[in-house]
């Protein structure tokens, strides 16, 4: 079963401009992390936020979790058409033997326009 | 380093034929996982190994087994391939188990079934 639901499914802007996504889950988290995937490629890391953290910054990213609503957000900040792909969340569930077992939601395909 | 490592990057097989897709991690990763990526479902997790010389399943066993041929090594096979099992497939790798670590993964394996 998927544990992240994402939104938008979707998301088209231009250069420049910010962009949103959020994600929320159902269980209790240790993390919860972001991944980007160009087309036809492998997924990479992003960002990793712990479950007793609410903001965290790289670069142009901005996580920010809140457990309390069982959601997370990423913002891009001044887009750049680069910045085109799929953005995926994924969860590291908390308690018994989780394994490093990550659960992914089903990603927000964001299109930066140049 | 390359990273993660997959092949074959593509694969036609009749349904009923069998096929190994290999993994290999040049991180000294202690963990690696199967996933398959299929469209609107984010990735699942098809089998995990937390520690060389283990292998547990996960979201989607049924139809594959794996191997931890060593620590660098994690294989997938296909025993009787079923056009269900159409998708993309992904490796990935981490340190380890840990809530600390992201998964590096990959470029895929996209596998059609005829």
């Known amino acids: 079963s998927q544990q992240g639901e994402e939104d938008p499914q979707a998301l088209s802007i231009q250069e420049g401009e910010n962009a949103t996504m959020n994600c929320s889950y159902k269980?209790?988290?240790?993390?919860l992390q972001w991944y980007r995937q160009n087309s036809g490629r492998g997924l990479v890391h992003l960002i990793l936020?712990?479950?007793?953290?609410r903001e965290k910054h790289s670069g142009r990213l901005r996580v920010t979790l809140d457990t309390s609503k069982k959601s997370s957000s990423l913002l891009i900040t001044a887009s750049r058409a680069a910045d085109t792909a799929s953005y995926f969340c994924a969860t590291l569930n908390a308690g018994g033997t989780s394994y490093g077992k990550l659960t992914f939601g089903q990603g927000t395909i964001l299109t930066v326009h140049p | 380093n390359a990273g993660v490592t997959q092949t074959p990057k593509f694969q036609v097989l009749k349904t009923g034929q069998s096929m190994t897709l290999q993994c290999a991690q040049d991180?000294?990763?202690?963990?690696m996982y199967w996933y398959r990526q299929d469209p609107g479902m984010g990735l699942r997790l098809i089998y995990y190994?937390?520690?060389?010389?283990?292998?547990d399943k996960g979201e989607v066993p049924n139809g594959y087994n794996v191997s931890r041929l060593n620590k660098r090594e994690f294989s997938l096979r296909l025993e009787s391939a079923a056009p269900s099992q159409t998708s993309v497939y992904f490796c990935?790798?981490?340190?380890?188990?840990?809530?600390?670590?992201?998964?590096?993964f990959g470029p895929g394996t996209r596998l059609t079934v005829t």
């Open positions: 269980t209790s988290i240790n993390n």
């Open positions: 991180m000294n990763h202690n963990s």
């Open positions: 990935a790798s981490s340190p380890g188990t840990s809530s600390v670590y992201e998964q590096y």
């Open positions: 190994s937390a520690s060389e010389g283990t292998t």
């Open positions: 936020i712990r479950s007793n953290e």
